[in-house]
């Protein structure tokens, strides 16, 4: 098996290049977008969608539409946030809500969630001609070496090897992809951190593993082929390779952004430190102010683009 390089030059988020990749694209009469319920022909996409400049995404579908509502009260904006509707309610797989210049959508746990919500939100804003659009990902990861709570924005997304790349299989071949994720959207938003008031906030590396359990090196799972020393040594060595914070999303996240030129962040939370332990066991309400923390530093970041802070 010998790896493909696809090796890509800067230029990430210009607005002239197109955001799809895919020259089988441009002979479709019509292209649905099965996982969220839409399609060109059946829906305006351009009316819909045409003025978005920030995309936001998460796992959870309640947590999103939390965001849509934070965000609607953030922007100053006209109208009633109860009214603020799921645009994909026809299916259950993903939930999306637009506030203004922003959407919020949801995608689940894991690669092939995210993976699957990512070609259909590329391709969503290629056919409703989206222009310098900005994607954040916010979310929750288990840290290492930190206190619990500390919001980390991802430097280089990693996978368990500690290689600063994501491989997707495809036609029984291994693709490798570059993970570089934006460096002045990384440093603008840890700016951003600094401007609110007790904001742990740091950058580096996030680690992006397939599994919860045994693949981020956990003792609690329904299986473990290792024992604690095994798993310390693991994770001091990710310590020592710059890695902060372990999530199941990033690699492919930046991956397929940065194919597609959209400029991208990733910003997860610590909800534990994975040296001191693997059970989450902090309470709930701890937990949903944590939560909220990636949502307050991105909505800061969109005000001032906005000018509004
Ligand atoms: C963070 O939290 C989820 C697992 O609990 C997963 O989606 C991730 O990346
Ligand atoms: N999400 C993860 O993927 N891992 C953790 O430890 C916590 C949240």
Redesign the pocket.
């Known amino acids: 098996r010998v790896p493909q390089t696809e090796i890509r030059k800067g230029n990430a988020g210009s607005s002239h290049e197109q955001y799809v990749k895919n020259p089988h694209l441009d002979h479709m009469e019509e292209d649905i977008l099965y996982h969220f319920n839409l399609g060109t022909k059946t829906h305006n996409l351009p009316a819909m969608f045409g003025d978005i400049k920030f995309v936001c995404v998460g ?1 959870s579908a309640n947590r999103m539409r939390s965001f849509a509502h934070f965000i609607h009260q953030q922007l100053e904006l006209p109208g009633d946030a109860d009214d603020i509707r799921d645009i994909c309610e026809g299916t259950d797989r993903y939930s999306m809500y637009k506030v203004g210049p922003v959407l919020s959508i949801s995608h689940g ?2 690669v092939p969630s995210i993976s699957i919500m990512l070609h259909e939100l590329i391709k969503l804003l290629y056919h409703a001609h989206c222009r310098d659009v900005m994607l954040f990902r916010i ?3 288990g840290g290492i070496g930190l206190p619990p709570g500390t919001v980390v924005i991802t430097d280089k997304a990693v996978d368990s090897f500690f290689r600063p790349q994501f491989e997707q299989v495809v036609l029984g071949k291994v693709i490798t992809r570059s993970t570089e994720l934006d460096k002045d959207m990384a440093e603008e938003l840890l700016q951003c951190s600094t401007e609110l008031l007790n904001f742990p906030t740091i950058i580096g590396n996030t680690m992006c593993t397939h599994d ?1 359990y045994e693949g981020q090196g956990r003792l609690d799972g329904a299986l473990c082929s290792f024992s604690t020393e095994e798993k310390l040594d693991y994770l001091r060595k990710a310590h020592e390779a710059g890695i902060r914070n372990i ?3 990033s690699t492919v996240f930046a991956a397929m952004c940065r194919v597609c030129n959209l400029k991208a962040a990733v910003i997860c939370v610590t909800l534990l430190n994975r040296l001191e332990g693997d059970q989450i066991s902090t309470p709930h309400d701890v937990l949903v102010e944590y939560q909220q923390r990636p949502q307050y530093l991105v909505s800061h970041f969109i005000r001032k683009h906005l000018t509004l802070a």
């Open positions: 796992g746990m894991g979310g929750t990861s919860f999530e199941m999303e």
